[in-house]
C-alpha cells in the first residue's frame, strides 16, 4: 500500500461564510478573472455550475508555473457550508489514487468567517511526492479569492 495522508489548514477571511460559499460553490466561472494567475480556465463538463454531483474540467497553474489539467467532481453540503472535490481524472490523478478536498466555510464573527481546507490522499506508489503543492495551490486560491469575495 502506498503513501496516504490528510492535510488541513485554515484560512481567516473577511465576509460572512454564506457569501464566500456560495463563490466556490456557484460561481466558478468567475475564478479565472478572478484569480487568473491560479486558474485559466474551468469548464462544465456534466451538470450545471452549481449542481450537486456536477463534474467540471480546470487549467490551473502550480506555484512553480507547470500548468495542470484537472477533473472534478463536486458534493455540497449547503446546510454546513461545505464543498467536496473529488479528483475523477488530470495530471494529479496520475500520481495519486485518491484526492479528496473539503472546503468548509466556517462563520467566527458577524462579518468574518474561516475557510477549513482538508485534503485526503493517497500516493499511487512511493515514487511519487507528497502532493504539497497542491495543497498550496488551494490555500492561495483561497487568500486570492477573498478581495474578489469582498468587491461582489
Request: aromatic share 10%; with cysteine.
Amino acid at each position: 500500500m502506498a503513501t496516504s495522508g490528510t492535510y488541513v489548514t485554515e484560512v481567516p477571511l473577511k465576509g460572512t461564510a454564506e457569501k464566500h460559499f456560495k463563490r466556490w460553490r456557484n460561481e466558478n466561472h468567475l475564478f479565472p478573472d478572478a484569480v487568473g494567475h491560479h486558474i485559466q480556465g474551468v469548464t462544465v463538463h456534466d451538470g450545471e455550475w452549481d449542481t450537486h454531483g456536477g463534474i467540471k474540467i480546470w487549467n490551473y497553474t502550480l506555484g512553480d508555473g507547470t500548468q495542470e489539467v484537472f477533473k472534478e467532481r463536486r458534493e455540497m453540503d449547503d446546510e454546513s457550508n461545505t464543498m467536496k472535490v473529488v479528483g475523477l481524472e488530470g495530471h494529479v490523478m496520475e500520481q495519486l489514487k485518491v484526492y479528496e478536498v473539503d472546503f468548509q466555510f466556517i462563520p467566527k464573527s458577524e462579518d468574518d468567517c474561516v475557510c477549513k481546507i482538508t485534503m485526503i490522499w493517497e500516493k499511487r506508489n512511493d515514487d511519487f511526492p507528497e502532493p504539497s503543492s497542491y495543497m498550496q495551490l488551494l490555500k492561495s486560491m483561497v487568500v486570492d479569492m477573498e478581495d474578489h469575495v469582498l468587491k461582489a
